[in-house]
């Protein structure tokens, strides 16, 4: 049981680039989401999924995309990376409403 | 609608003991506890649900005021290994967590 991966662990942007942040989990979890952490901050609801092709935006949405074809993969799209985007990025999942949230490790993503 | 977290900071020495507050201004059906230490992700400490049911790990106690929205996690008899940062996220029926600003605890030998 990995549990929920998530790749790549870092990586280096430039402005206007884009990439797509991948995350998956083996515990056949329905929930999954996607937050962002600035340095020395707390965590910011990017999207969330409750189900395989049901998405909706969390706190801070803007420039960034998802989608969820299937159970175990959750990915997140960035377009047109701009440095305000340079941030730790954790993927979680958890069973349904009221439980355990699981991290992933993260990616560390710098646009310069 | 994000949560509120109090104290900012918390300095003790070990064997002390602390209380962290999580305050929201909307009806909420779950509060959650992490702890998050530097370069790492958030750890599941516990979890209180409306109509008070608690899920965590034993040695860590919570309490969740449902008519007042808000959360206090308890901390007794502080070890080195509870340092870090203690985030609360809470949800109020619509699937989203959203998560304060977390409290820097930092134990002392």
């Known amino acids: 049981n990995a549990g929920v991966t998530q790749t790549p662990k870092f990586r280096i942007l430039k402005i206007g680039q884009s990439m797509t942040l991948q995350c998956t989990q083996d515990m056949n979890h329905n929930y999954m989401y996607w937050y962002r952490q600035d340095p020395g901050m707390g965590l910011k609801l990017i999207y969330y999924s409750v189900g395989a092709g049901i998405t909706d935006k969390g706190e801070v949405p803007n420039g960034y995309n998802v989608s969820r074809s299937t159970t175990e993969d959750f990915p997140l799209r960035l377009e047109l990376a701009a440095p305000s985007q340079t941030s730790v990025y954790f993927c979680?999942?958890?069973?349904?409403?009221?439980?355990?949230?699981?991290f992933g490790p993260g990616t560390r993503l710098l646009v310069l | 609608q994000q949560p509120v977290q109090s104290p900012q900071a918390v300095i003790l020495r070990e064997g002390e003991d602390a209380v962290i507050n999580c305050s929201s201004s909307k009806a909420l059906y779950s509060v959650h506890w992490y702890r998050q230490k530097h370069g790492e992700a958030p750890v599941f400490l516990m979890i209180l649900l409306k109509g008070g049911e608690q899920k965590g790990h034993e040695k860590i106690s919570a309490s969740f005021n449902e008519k007042k929205q808000q959360s206090s996690l308890y901390l007794t008899a502080s070890q080195l290994s509870y340092s870090g940062t203690y985030f609360c996220g809470t949800e109020g029926g619509d699937d989203k967590i959203i998560f304060g600003k977390g409290t820097r605890l930092h134990i002392l030998p």
């Open positions: 979680a999942s958890s069973t349904q409403r009221g439980e355990t949230q699981y």
